[in-house]
C-alpha cells in the first residue's frame, strides 16, 4: 500500500515556475514507477510525465522542454517542476504510482493516486 501527497501548488503569472512535490509512505517507494496527470474543468485527466525505476523519464508533448520530472527515493519523494507556465496548464495535478514496472501514460495502469494539488496560471 502506498499513500501520495501532493503539494506545491498555487497561482502563478503565465511564464512562471512552480515545482510540484509528492511524498509517497511505504518502504518500496523506489520499487514504483511514478507518474504526473492533471485534469482541468470539463476535461479528461490526462498525462503530464512519468518516471521510472531507473530514473528514465517520457513526457507529454504539450510540455516537453518546459516540465521535468525527478525523483528522490531516500525522501520518498517524486517531483514536477514547471517552467514556462501557460493557461493552458491550469489544473489539478496528481501524482500516481505504479507497482509495475515500465512507463504507463494512461491513468488506469497506475494503482495509488495522491489526492491533488490546484495549479492556476493566469494570463
Known amino acids: 500500500q502506498v499513500q501520495l501527497v501532493e503539494s506545491g501548488g498555487g497561482l502563478v503569472q503565465a511564464g512562471g515556475s512552480l515545482r510540484l512535490s509528492c511524498a509517497a509512505s511505504?518502504?518500496?517507494?523506489?520499487?514504483?514507477?511514478m507518474g504526473w496527470f492533471r485534469q482541468a474543468p470539463g476535461k479528461e485527466r490526462e498525462f503530464v510525465a512519468a518516471i521510472r525505476l531507473s530514473a528514465y523519464t517520457y513526457y507529454a508533448d504539450s510540455v516537453k522542454g518546459r516540465f521535468t520530472v525527478s525523483r528522490d527515493n531516500a525522501k520518498n519523494t517524486v517531483y514536477l517542476q514547471m517552467n514556462s507556465l501557460k493557461p493552458e496548464d491550469t489544473a489539478v495535478y496528481y501524482c500516481?504510482?505504479?507497482?509495475?514496472?515500465?512507463?504507463?501514460?494512461?491513468?488506469?495502469?497506475?494503482?495509488?493516486w495522491g489526492q491533488g494539488t490546484q495549479v492556476t496560471v493566469s494570463s
Open positions: 500516481a504510482a505504479r507497482s509495475l514496472a515500465g512507463l504507463n501514460t494512461r491513468s488506469s495502469g497506475y494503482d495509488y
Open positions: 511505504g518502504r518500496t517507494f523506489s520499487s514504483y514507477s
